[in-house]
């Protein structure tokens, strides 16, 4: 009977463990899969997004993240370096060469917490709709779209 209580605690655990454990990629299965996409898609890279606004963003591990304007034009952003605190951020914060437009090799974006490690953006890819929702669906994140 006790080796019955056992094993029964043991399974419980061992399950309770898995559902904690986090089943989010690491970041060398991000960047993996980003590139893969970029590939597979055909992405076209663009040097500069007129009249860009922030309105929302998504991590995409520490080198790419989806940057949204409003209404709802997603954009995948390269970053030249990795990126750390860009997963666990609340806020993300652009330093822009000019306020209304994006381009790729001058502007950076940061978090709040850390103002003070910018990453520049190495590389901009139009999405659409699809193709945004396509990318956080790699690891189980919702678009707000």
Not at 102 to 116: H, I, K, N, Y
Request: charged share 20%; proline share 3%; with cysteine.
């Amino acid at each position: 009977m006790k080796s019955v209580f056992q094993s029964i605690t043991v399974v419980c655990l061992s399950v309770l463990l898995l559902a904690c454990s986090s089943n989010r990629l690491s970041r060398d299965e991000w960047e993996l899969k980003v590139n893969e996409s970029i590939s597979q898609w055909q992405l076209q890279s663009v040097k500069k997004v007129n009249t860009f606004r922030l309105d929302s963003w998504a991590s995409l591990g520490e080198k790419h993240l989806i940057l949204r304007t409003s209404p709802g034009k997603p954009y995948l952003v390269e970053l030249d370096s990795r990126c750390p605190s860009l997963g666990f951020a609340q806020a993300l914060m652009l330093d822009q060469s000019l306020s209304s437009s994006l381009q790729a090799g001058f502007d950076s974006v940061f978090t709040a917490r850390e103002p003070q490690f910018k990453c520049r953006i190495k590389t901009i890819y139009p999405l659409t709709r699809e193709q945004d929702k396509g990318l956080l669906a790699m690891d189980g994140q919702e678009s707000s779209l």
